[in-house]
């Protein structure tokens, strides 16, 4: 907004600069140069309103662009992250799975040799 904040104040300060000096070396009765002065600023603050309106749209198309690759962006983490969480549950069963089997094991080989501890199960 640097550049662009520069070129308007520019165009303002040139404007007025002009619109002074015109009326200081008119040649025109005051009521004419009025009148020229007048039109000069109506078209100049419509091209202001235009020059606006249309950054604003790019602005505007800009943020939508990057709303999307945002929401683009959120998405596939989320996918990802579904994924990964995917895994740590099948990898937690797997250890599972194996801490029943050696306890499975462990509470044969407590029958086997004949004692009488009690022992927790998973």
């Known amino acids: 907004m640097n550049n662009s904040g520069n070129t308007i104040l520019g165009i303002i300060a040139g ?21 020229i002065i007048s039109k000069e600023a109506e078209a100049r603050k419509n091209k202001l309103a235009e020059q606006a309106t249309e950054f604003a749209d790019t602005v505007a ?34 250890k599972l799975e194996v801490l029943k089997t050696k306890n499975r094991h462990f509470r044969k080989d407590v029958k086997t040799n004949g004692t009488s501890k009690t022992t927790a199960t998973v």
């Open 61 to 94: 198309k800009k943020v939508n662009v990057k709303k999307g690759t945002l929401e683009e962006q959120i998405e596939s983490i989320l996918a990802d992250s579904s994924h990964k969480s995917d895994e740590v549950i099948d990898a937690l069963e797997k």
């Open 15 to 35: 404007t007025a600069l002009g619109a002074a000096m015109g009326i200081l070396f008119a040649p025109e009765k005051g009521s004419k140069t009025r009148k």
